[in-house]
């Protein structure tokens, strides 16, 4: 049974910094795609950043370009955000998810496999 379990999320001033972590079992992972989304307060689930298990390629959407960096450990099993130069606009639920689609590591659809979510709250 796949497992996904985030954590690091917490409260942080405007400008700071945060890593989230997300702990994956269950089964391998080569060739999928693992990516954090998030989901603020009446808005759509969106996509952050993901990141290709098999060679470690990133990719960002917008919230997060310049800020954000994600990361995975194969050995480990842990992917990771580091969250830098934090905005208010930022607070979310912060979620990791897993798919098998590498081609299509952006869209929400394709992730069969989620974690809780973790909070995130950024204070002006």
């Known amino acids: 049974q796949v497992q996904l379990v985030e954590s690091g999320g917490g409260l942080v001033q405007a400008g700071g910094s945060l890593r989230l972590s997300c702990a994956a079992s269950?089964?391998?992972?080569?060739?999928?795609?693992m990516g954090w989304f998030r989901q603020a307060p009446e808005k759509e689930r969106e996509f952050v950043a993901a990141?290709?298990?098999?060679?470690?390629?990133?990719y960002y959407g917008n919230p997060g370009k310049g800020r954000f960096t994600i990361a995975r450990d194969n050995a480990k099993n842990m992917m990771y955000l580091q969250m830098n130069r934090l905005k208010p606009e930022d607070t979310a639920v912060y979620y990791c998810?897993?798919?098998?689609?590498?081609?299509?590591?952006?869209?929400?659809?394709?992730?069969?496999?989620w974690g809780q979510g973790t909070q995130v709250t950024v204070s002006s």
């Open positions: 998810a897993a798919g098998p689609h590498v081609d299509k590591i952006a869209t929400i659809e394709v992730y069969d496999y």
């Open positions: 990141i290709s298990w098999s060679d470690g390629s990133p």
């Open positions: 269950g089964r391998t992972f080569s060739g999928y795609a």
